[in-house]
């Protein structure tokens, strides 16, 4: 049973940047698309992106689109969310996920999560 | 508003069967596998039901799902403390071309 560990939240005004990681030990994520999910103080969960197991197809939500990048090192089993441009409603728990299979399948081993705070 | 809809709550007194259900449509629910993922506030959401009714390795068959047109259910039985959770159900959306979740069904135990 393997793990994954989110790492680089804070807290950052709105308009700024911050790069999220996820490190995977235990696990092998090269054969596996993977997920970054959020949860805002007192909603739900919110699917934020996904990529697939070799980088070439990445799908993002609208309230994310063109603001936030996925990526990944498959060398270093290794899941990134860079996201520019931040508004304060992107406050939020941030959690990396595997998926079962392809881009379109659930999310089998999700990480404790990450906080990232939007404020000035 | 969510894409899929949920009831906000449910309960149950120990032992009692509990269902959640979750409505969606033709582009999500009615096309596509309906997941169901159990969490805690603070740790990791865990997968509870795959594929509309499959489980996991490791999750107690007291848990089960079913799929019928744009509509699906989640059922506990045998309700214990520890089932005490937010469950969330979810699917792929071939129009929204994403992931969608309902917005959670907060079970409590009495």
């Known amino acids: 049973q393997g793990q994954l560990v989110e790492s680089g939240g804070g807290v950052v005004q709105p308009g700024r940047s911050l790069r999220l990681s996820c490190a995977a030990s235990?696990?092998?994520?090269?054969?596996?698309?993977m997920h970054w999910v959020r949860q805002a103080p007192g909603k739900g969960l919110e699917w934020v992106a996904v990529?697939?197991?070799?980088?070439?197809?990445?799908l993002y939500a609208d309230s994310v689109k063109g603001r936030f990048t996925i990526s990944r090192d498959n060398s270093k089993n290794t899941l990134y969310l860079q996201m520019n441009s931040l508004r304060p409603e992107d406050t939020a728990v941030y959690y990396c996920?595997?998926?079962?299979?392809?881009?379109?399948?659930?999310?089998?081993?999700w990480g404790q999560g990450t906080l990232v705070t939007v404020s000035s | 508003q969510s894409v899929l809809t949920q009831p906000p709550s449910a309960s149950g007194t120990p032992g009692q069967r509990v269902t959640v259900s979750c409505f969606g449509s033709?582009?999500?629910?009615?096309?596509?596998?309906v997941n169901w993922y159990q969490h805690l506030p603070g740790t990791a959401p865990k997968l509870l039901i795959y594929?509309?009714?499959q489980r996991p390795s490791g999750v107690p068959d007291r848990f089960s799902g079913s799929k019928s047109g744009t509509s699906a259910s989640l059922a506990i039985s045998g309700l214990q403390s520890d089932d005490e959770a937010d469950y969330y159900c979810?699917?792929?959306?071939?129009?929204?071309?994403?992931?969608?979740f309902g917005a959670g069904t907060k079970v409590t135990v009495l």
């Open positions: 990529i697939s197991y070799d980088g070439s197809n990445k």
């Open positions: 033709s582009s999500n629910i009615g096309g596509n596998p």
């Open positions: 979810a699917a792929w959306d071939d129009s929204l071309n994403g992931h969608v």
């Open positions: 235990g696990l092998t994520l090269s054969t596996y698309a």
């Open positions: 996920a595997k998926g079962r299979g392809g881009v379109t399948s659930s999310r089998d081993h």
């Open positions: 594929s509309n009714n």
